[in-house]
């Protein structure tokens, strides 16, 4: 039974910065493209950052590019994603989920597994 478990959400001011973290158990996170999700209340679920299984080649939404950056450590079956530059319209629970895919993917209907997901909130 794959799992994912994300941490690193928290309040932070317009302007910073937060890091956060995607653990896998029941299957190495080598086996998978990993993509970060966020959804606000009331809007659909929009797609952040997603990067492949050997850490080539991520893709990042306009909205947050040059502020985001996706990373993995295999050796870990961790995947990060770092925001810096963070502002109020970044605020949204943030899911990471995995793709048994060998190319990165952007649609949310292509991942296999989802955490639980972490809240973000940056205030103004």
């Known amino acids: 039974q794959v799992q994912l478990v994300e941490s690193g959400g928290g309040l932070v001011q317009t302007g910073g910065s937060l890091r956060l973290s995607c653990v896998i158990s029941g299957r190495t996170l080598g086996s998978y493209t990993m993509g970060w999700f966020r959804q606000a209340p009331g809007k659909e679920r929009d797609f952040v950052a997603t990067i492949s299984r050997t850490g080539l080649s991520p893709v990042y939404s306009n909205s947050v590019k040059g502020r985001f950056t996706i990373s993995r450590d295999n050796t870990r079956n961790t995947v990060y994603l770092q925001m810096d530059s963070l502002k109020p319209e970044d605020t949204a629970a943030y899911y990471c989920?995995?793709?048994?895919?060998?190319?990165?993917?952007?649609?949310?209907?292509?991942?296999?597994?989802w955490g639980q997901g972490t809240q973000v909130t940056v205030s103004s």
């Open positions: 989920a995995a793709a048994n895919r060998d190319y990165v993917v952007a649609s949310p209907s292509l991942y296999n597994y």
